[in-house]
């Protein structure tokens, strides 16, 4: 049986990670209904990224730090040469590029131990089936969902998706995939979101002179409750976790 001590442990942990899942939720959600029409798509590629980015930061920190950082760079480097830019799209590709590149210098020995791409994996993949199991819901009962319990049914489900994913996606990756592409391709999503998240704190910053366009105001409007859900989601759900006895994190094989 687990001691209280850990079970509180466990739980803050996750309420952390689920804030983190939330905050991103929210803002790809509403940020994907800005350009596509389509529910079905708005909540699996929200899921599906936002579980992608916080199982990297979860699972192999240290290639989600350089992604980060290069994000940063290649936002605020796009800003000053684009001041104000109206569309995200040179800060994205500027992102993904820079975040691929940064990635080639990420240690091969750490790559094949920390198994990236297969965290990130089974972050998009538990993301992507949650996402699609919400919108069945949605559509089956006709309910209009509030961010904050919209973002603890998805923290939940991708929690539980990753859990039992991580094992069976880390182990397909090959060592030759796991040295070779795992940092590129995870530093370079993450670099992206990162650059996404910098445009539309640009594009935010004119509220104080009431211009900021109404749909921008409205996702970082939801940014809080989002979080909130995710945080009280991801504590619940690490508790639980911890009191069933569940691994939670992966462990590569003895060399």
């Known amino acids: 049986m687990a001691s209280a001590s850990i079970v509180f442990a466990k739980a803050l942990i996750w309420a952390f990670a689920g804030a983190l899942f939330g905050g991103v939720f929210s803002v790809l959600l509403y940020a994907m209904a800005m350009v596509v029409d389509a529910p079905l798509v708005q909540l699996v590629a929200g899921a599906g990224l936002a579980g992608a980015v916080i199982a990297a930061f979860f699972g192999a920190m240290q290639v989600a730090i350089l992604g ?5 760079i290649a936002g605020i480097g796009s800003l000053i040469l684009l001041p104000n830019p109206e569309h995200p799209y040179y800060m994205l590709l500027a992102g993904a590029v820079l975040g691929a590149l940064a990635g080639l210098l990420f240690p091969a020995r750490e790559a094949l131990r920390e198994r990236p791409l297969g965290q990130t994996l089974a972050g998009l993949s538990a993301g992507s089936v949650t996402g699609t199991l919400l919108w069945a819901l949605l559509i089956s009962t006709g309910l209009r969902l509030p961010v904050l319990w919209l973002t603890l049914l998805a923290v939940a489900g991708v929690g539980i998706g990753y859990v039992f994913l991580l094992p069976v996606l880390a182990r397909r990756c090959s060592p030759w995939v796991s040295t ?3 940092g590129p391709l995870v530093t370079a999503l993450i670099s992206l979101c990162v650059a996404a998240g910098l445009w539309l704190t640009g594009q935010s910053i004119p509220s104080l002179d009431q211009t900021v366009p109404s749909d921008i105001a409205r996702i970082v409007a939801r940014i809080p409750e ?11 759900g690490g508790a ?13 094989p003895a060399a």
């Open 68 to 72: 980060s950082l290069t994000g940063i």
């Open 180 to 182: 070779h592409l795992s």
């Open 226 to 236: 989002g979080m909130l859900g995710g945080g009280i989601g991801g504590a619940v």
């Open 240 to 252: 639980l976790l911890e009191l069933l006895g569940i691994e939670t994190r992966w462990s590569p």
